[in-house]
């Protein structure tokens, strides 16, 4: 009995010890906690100035556009940054076409600018993530002819699409770039889901795209090239096939 009761106050002492062990360690923790919301409303104040700066005489203060500029309600960070790293907006003149050119802010800079958009204006498409590493050259040959080859060329160096305008070369394009214009459909390029293009067919379309813009215009050919040969190998393959199954039938019926 006193065994016990000696034994339950020795817990006890050892369970109020532990516990102002823990509240003392959890109020150091607490005095030394980093402080966010500082250096997030550096960013903010930064994003919002170059944007009020930058953006609102065509897209409005509150993001809801004007006779300049759409609205940027629900557009989403991936469109933000593609239109930014890209160098499409600031744009001079609402009635051009948004061309790619120098950057007009440090990343830093985009940044700012892509989490204050996102705080008055958010939702939309998230930016992707794009691993090149993680991709199939041969399916993103596939994926890319049957997809963008129509507006961009075979070798992915750009062509009309007719309207005055143009499919530019997907060249100068980074991995992230690509994934972002093939999620948000910039202009009158359409916008590829996930349903369409899954994660492995975009890792794919990027590595074949960076392969053929670093194998220049004559990879590109020679890719198509090897196409060719392997598209005349199946024409070979299937037709042996068929003249093989011919021939047995017409054997059989003998
Ligand atoms: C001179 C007017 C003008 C200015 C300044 C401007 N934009 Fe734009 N912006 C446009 C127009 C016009 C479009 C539509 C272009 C198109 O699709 O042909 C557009 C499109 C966009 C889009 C794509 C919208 C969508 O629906 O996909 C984003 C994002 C964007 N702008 C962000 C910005 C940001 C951020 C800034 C400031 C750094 C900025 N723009 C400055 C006129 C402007
Ligand atoms: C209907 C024609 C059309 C199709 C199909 C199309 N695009 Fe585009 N693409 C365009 C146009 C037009 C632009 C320029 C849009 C703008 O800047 O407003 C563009 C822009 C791009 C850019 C930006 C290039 C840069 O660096 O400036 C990339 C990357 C791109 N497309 C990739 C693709 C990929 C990958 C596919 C296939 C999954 C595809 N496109 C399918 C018409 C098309």
Same mark, same amino acid.
């Given at each position: 009995?006193?065994? +016990?009761?000696? +034994?339950? *106050?020795?817990?006890?002492?050892?369970?109020?010890?532990?516990?102002?062990? @823990?509240?003392?360690?959890?109020?150091?923790?607490?005095?030394?906690?980093? !402080?966010?919301?500082?250096?997030?409303?550096?960013? $903010?104040? $930064?994003?919002?100035?170059?944007?009020?700066?930058?953006?609102?005489?065509?897209? *409005?203060?509150?993001?809801?556009?004007?006779?300049?500029?759409?609205?940027?309600?629900?557009?989403? =960070?991936?469109?933000?940054?593609?239109?930014?790293?890209?160098?499409?907006?600031?744009?001079?003149?609402?009635?051009? $076409?948004?061309?790619?050119?120098?950057?007009?802010?440090? &990343?830093?800079?985009?940044?700012?600018?892509?989490?204050?958009? /996102?705080?008055?204006?958010?939702? /939309? !498409?998230?930016?992707? +993530?794009?691993?090149?590493?993680?991709?199939?050259?041969?399916?993103?040959?596939?994926?890319?002819?049957?997809?963008?080859?129509?507006?961009?060329?075979?070798?992915?160096?750009?062509?009309?699409?007719?309207?005055? $305008?143009?499919?530019?070369?997907?060249?100068?394009? &980074?991995?992230?770039?690509?994934? !972002?214009?093939?999620?948000?459909?910039?202009?009158?390029? =359409?916008?590829?889901?996930?349903?369409?293009?899954?994660?492995?067919?975009?890792?794919?379309?990027?590595?074949?795209?960076?392969?053929?813009?670093?194998?220049?215009?004559?990879?590109?050919?020679?890719? /198509?090239?090897? /196409?060719?040969?392997? !598209?005349?190998?199946?024409?070979?393959? @299937?037709?042996?096939?068929?003249?093989?199954?011919?021939?047995?039938? +017409?054997?059989?019926?003998?």
């Amino acid at each position: 009995m006193a065994a +016990t009761a000696n +034994t339950e *106050a020795r817990l006890l002492s050892r369970v109020l010890r532990v516990g102002l062990a @823990v509240a003392v360690l959890g109020q150091i923790a607490w005095s030394f906690r980093p !402080e966010p919301s500082s250096a997030q409303s550096d960013q $903010q104040i $930064q994003g919002r100035a170059l944007y009020e700066a930058n953006c609102s005489t065509c897209h *409005a203060l509150d993001a809801g556009g004007t006779v300049n500029g759409p609205s940027l309600l629900e557009v989403g =960070p991936a469109a933000v940054d593609f239109m930014l790293a890209t160098g499409r907006m600031p744009l001079a003149n609402p009635n051009d $076409q948004p061309e790619r050119g120098q950057p007009k802010f440090t &990343s830093e800079q985009i940044d700012a600018l892509i989490a204050y958009v /996102g705080s008055i204006a958010p939702g /939309g !498409e998230p930016i992707p +993530t794009v691993d090149t590493s993680a991709g199939d050259l041969a399916l993103g040959a596939q994926v890319f002819l049957n997809n963008c080859a129509g507006c961009h060329g075979a070798g992915a160096s750009g062509d009309s699409v007719g309207g005055g $305008q143009i499919a530019p070369s997907i060249y100068p394009a &980074s991995p992230t770039e690509i994934g !972002e214009a093939v999620r948000i459909g910039p202009g009158v390029m =359409p916008r590829f889901g996930p349903e369409t293009i899954d994660q492995r067919d975009l890792d794919s379309l990027a590595a074949y795209l960076v392969w053929i813009r670093d194998n220049g215009d004559d990879g590109g050919l020679q890719l /198509g090239r090897v /196409g060719a040969v392997a !598209e005349g190998l199946v024409a070979v393959v @299937v037709g042996l096939g068929i003249l093989i199954v011919v021939l047995r039938l +017409t054997g059989a019926k003998r």
